[in-house]
């Protein structure tokens, strides 16, 4: 059994809702409240989230955690 960790980031649009809905959809939980700062280099504001999920796998590092 292992606890994967993902931290999912966007721009503040639509797009991270869908990301963070996919994942949730996927048994994937959230982890701590939603961050945000602003891009500079690209003048937008960035989200980020935090998420875990149980899996009854063993991690490895080639893992592709988005499959899970």
């Not at 809702?17 to 996927?26: D, R, W």
């Not at 690209?42 to 989200?47: D, E």
């Not at 875990?52 to 490895?60: F, I, S």
């Amino acid at each position: 059994m292992a606890t994967l960790y993902r931290f999912l980031s966007e721009d503040d649009t639509s797009a991270f809702c869908h990301k963070v809905s996919a994942a949730l959809s996927k048994g994937w939980v959230l982890q701590g409240e939603p961050v945000y700062g602003f891009d500079a280099a690209r003048g937008v504001m960035r989200c980020g989230q935090a998420v875990t999920k149980e899996v009854a796998a063993d991690y490895t590092p080639d893992m592709k955690l988005g499959e899970q």
